[in-house]
């Protein structure tokens, strides 16, 4: 079955405890993205990788950190997490860069004290 | 840069009967495309329909279908005969032209729909 998984899917942690969400795809995608969505401010964009050791920043990239090593895992990571990234994330893969679907996996629901 | 505006946070339908989500859009880009994603409560994102600036006819997905005013810039989102299973929020989002190999998906912040029996 095609899918983006993320892992956890719930986390609760404390301010400054470094963490991983990780996300892999199996459909062989070139282009992955992480997004945050927050009440009343819809899906921002975090980062984006366009391929293998390519990355670049979205909309809100301040905190997070990403790598792409092999084409089908796309990590964020949270180095010193603050509250302000309470929110819920999002990973995404398509195969092309221009108006393919992105599919998006289940979610990650990050709270951090 | 590109925009979304999602004017409804909320909208009320009754079951079966046919409901509009509205979405306007700014760009300067000529070529661009326009997508609607539902997320229910357990929170997944779910894809239901794509739009292409250069498509001539509007998209149609089983009950969606997509009202494409591109001189308007507008792209609101039709359901037709609601279910119970369409309480959901609902996502309008725009990838714009591409910039060195990649364009962004940009998201409005999305309207709330309430299906009532």
């Known amino acids: ?113 | 840069a590109q925009k979304i505006t999602q004017t409804q946070p909320g909208m009320f339908v009754q079951e079966k009967e046919a409901v509009t989500l509205d979405c306007t859009y700014d760009t300067s880009d000529q070529s661009y495309g326009l997508f609607w994603y539902k997320q229910p409560s357990s929170g997944e994102m779910i894809f239901l329909i794509y739009q292409g600036s250069y498509d001539e006819q509007n998209a149609t997905e089983g009950r969606y279908s997509l009202n494409f005013q591109k001189a308007r810039k507008s792209a609101n989102l039709v359901i037709s005969a609601s279910q119970l299973g369409d309480s959901a929020m609902y996502f309008c989002a725009m990838r714009g032209a591409m910039n060195s190999g990649y364009s962004t998906l940009t998201f409005g912040k999305g309207t709330m729909l309430l299906v009532s029996p």
């Open chain 1, 1 to 113: 079955e095609a899918q983006v998984t993320q892992n956890p899917r719930y986390l609760i942690t404390v301010t400054g405890k470094k963490l991983t969400v990780t996300c892999s795809q199996n459909m062989n995608h070139e282009y992955m993205s992480w997004y945050r969505q927050d009440p009343g401010l819809g899906l921002r964009q975090i980062y984006y990788s366009m391929n293998v050791e390519v990355t670049d920043k979205g909309d809100v990239p301040e905190g997070y950190k990403v790598s792409r090593k092999e084409k089908r895992n796309f990590p964020l990571i949270l180095e010193s997490p603050s509250p302000n990234q309470t929110s819920l994330y999002f990973c995404a893969s398509s195969w092309g860069q221009g108006y393919e679907t992105q599919y998006f996996g289940p979610g990650t629901r990050l709270l951090v004290l």
